[in-house]
């Protein structure tokens, strides 16, 4: 009798944990995960994985913004609104930027200051990616008139200052994208109402003032340095100029002051051999660094 009941304890199954597989016997789970683990590392385990389950039921406190100033959009501690105009400009051209998302919430952006020497009426901005007729019927109409300019360095740019002078309509609006260069490219190519407007660059050999942000080469200019060069080209007033680069003198002379440093555009570092970044493997990126150094327009 002893003998069938020690034959009928051998034969019964054991217990699996949950979600051991049925071919894995004790000793081959042990052999795989490098040995048998010893009890206190398991219950050590168990204990971080409680405490860091309860890591995540602790409330969490929203990151708290300092107060902006509602003009200049700068914290209200180094507020820029000493270096705008006491009034808005006024201009009569119609300027229209369109902003990537990307740059909405950028620390160091121009698009605000901007915005803050000219007249609401007289300066829109857009956020976005793409535009259509359905999404922006404003835009749209803008865009198809004879009176509208785009100022994108393509292929078929004209320069705004020669263009003025023949063209049978004088330009009333001037649409300007916000971003980085290759958010720009995106943006203009893949929006087929910016096909509609004629194309002007700026022959310009004023060197960017926006020294604290490193721009691809030595002609780039930020969105605020080409919309003062352009209006003030379109306005016939150099004091345009002056006055809109004004607070981006400002803005950088102060974060020069608290730490920041001067940054040289891509093209300089790559010419002179600064350059601190690994030259890129992907052979589109290998090849436009390559053009930079050899002062190729891209």
Request: proline content about 9%; overall charge positive.
């Amino acid at each position: 009798m002893e003998s069938q009941k020690e034959a009928r304890i051998l034969q019964q199954p054991v217990a699996r944990p949950p979600g051991a597989s049925r071919s894995q016997t004790p000793n081959a789970k042990e052999r795989q995960e490098g040995g048998p683990v010893p009890a206190a590392a398991a219950l050590g385990a168990e204990a971080d994985d409680d405490s860091a389950d309860g890591l995540w039921e602790l409330p969490v406190e929203p990151a708290k913004r300092r107060p902006e100033c509602s003009r200049c959009s700068r914290p209200q501690k180094v507020c820029l609104c000493p270096f705008l105009p006491a009034h808005p400009l006024h201009i009569s051209t119609h300027l229209y930027i369109i902003q990537h998302p990307a740059e909405e919430n950028k620390v160091l952006r121009t698009v605000p200051l901007l915005a803050a020497c000219l007249p609401q009426d007289k300066c829109k901005v857009k956020i976005g990616r793409r535009f259509s007729e359905e999404r922006d019927p404003e835009l749209s109409t803008v865009c198809q008139k004879s009176g509208t300019l785009i100022l994108y360095p393509g292929a078929e740019a004209a320069n705004l200052e020669e263009f003025i002078l023949d063209s049978p309509v004088y330009p009333s609006t001037i649409i300007i994208i916000d971003g980085t260069w290759s958010q720009a490219k995106d943006i203009f190519y893949k929006n087929s109402l910016f096909r509609h407007p004629k194309q002007v660059q700026l022959k310009t050999s004023i060197s960017s003032q926006y020294v604290i942000r490193m721009q691809p080469t030595n002609r780039c200019l930020s969105t605020l340095e080409c919309a003062a060069v352009a209006l003030s080209i379109l306005e016939k007033n150099n004091y345009i100029q002056e006055t809109l680069l004004r607070p981006l003198q400002a803005l950088c002379s102060f974060q020069l002051q608290h730490g920041a440093q001067i940054r040289l555009s891509k093209e300089h570092l790559l010419k002179n051999g600064l350059y601190p970044k690994p030259m890129p493997k992907n052979k589109r990126k290998l090849r436009k660094m390559q053009l930079l150094k050899n002062s190729v327009k891209i």
